[in-house]
């Protein structure tokens, strides 16, 4: 099927050595090498741009926290600010929803250890979505090379073979064959480099989102175990910079509202 696709879509006058004749003359192998190297290379950049977008949207987020979270009277007012389903929205329902669970439980267990594995979970949950589809990246970056080394190895096959049939070297013998196997080379080269430096290049704005969410859920935990008394400073803009709040500071009871953790 795929044969006859290329052989209607040559031009005359076409050159003979080029990609489409390559693939005609590989047949059917090198046309499924070729046709699973280009797969891998479109998911690998849809991957690419989805988890770009996805990223971005949780960075932005980050940045309305800081802006204006933490100036709430409560987590429930705060998570009213948020997108219904940000990561950072996740993560204070479920800390809530801990908090309520908490007093329900008939077993003794500290309120902390509970809030903190149930927010801990919760984060875990949006770092793998976070890593969905990374997996493949790295599977492709390390096979693709191979793949592409699979179909060198038959054109060079197919070349040999020529040379055989017709008793010499000759160039039309193996000029089609060779650069069959050169493409194929190219192809998965082609394919894995980019493959790699996505994984890493996501990999790395992913632990940065992580410890960001981290850092949010600790400040989370904090402001449950206390009441509302422990929260982050918030520094308004064109205030002169302050010490950092003791641990033992409060707050108003406004500020507090109304949240409360058993001991």
């Known amino acids: 099927m795929l044969t006859t696709i290329l052989a209607a879509a040559a031009p005359k ?7 489409l004749p390559a693939l005609r003359e590989g047949g059917l192998i090198s046309q499924t090498v070729f046709g699973i190297l280009v797969l891998m290379l479109f998911v690998s950049l849809y991957i690419l741009f989805t988890k770009l977008f996805e990223q971005q949207k949780i960075m932005n987020q980050a940045k309305r926290v800081r802006a204006g ?3 709430s009277n409560s987590l429930r007012e705060g998570a009213a600010k948020l997108e219904k389903n940000s990561a950072y929205r996740q993560i204070v329902d479920d800390g809530l929803q801990a908090q309520e669970q908490y007093k329900e439980l008939t077993d003794p267990v500290e309120a902390h250890d509970w809030l903190h594995g149930s927010l801990a979970r919760s984060e875990a949950t949006i770092n793998s979505s976070l890593n969905g589809g990374l997996a493949f990246l790295a599977t492709t970056g390390a096979t693709a090379p191979f793949i592409g080394l699979f179909g060198t190895v038959i054109g060079i096959y197919r070349a040999l ?9 000759s160039i039309d013998a193996v000029a089609g064959p060779v650069g069959e196997a050169l493409i194929m ?3 998965g080269l082609v394919v894995a480099v980019p493959a790699v430096l996505a994984y890493n290049f996501l990999q790395r704005r992913n632990k940065a989102i992580a410890e960001n969410l981290n850092a949010f859920s600790n400040d989370v935990l904090g402001f449950l175990a206390s009441d509302g008394r422990v929260r982050p400073e918030v520094k308004k803009v064109g205030a002169p910079a302050t ?4 641990a033992g500071t409060t707050t108003t009871a406004g500020q507090a509202g109304g949240v409360q953790t058993r001991a």
């Open 13 to 19: 006058g076409e050159n003979p050595y080029g990609l």
């Open 69 to 71: 979270f933490w100036s």
């Open 161 to 169: 073979i020529k040379i055989g049939a017709a008793g010499q070297a």
């Open 185 to 187: 080379t190219a192809l």
């Open 243 to 246: 010490g950092a709040k003791p």
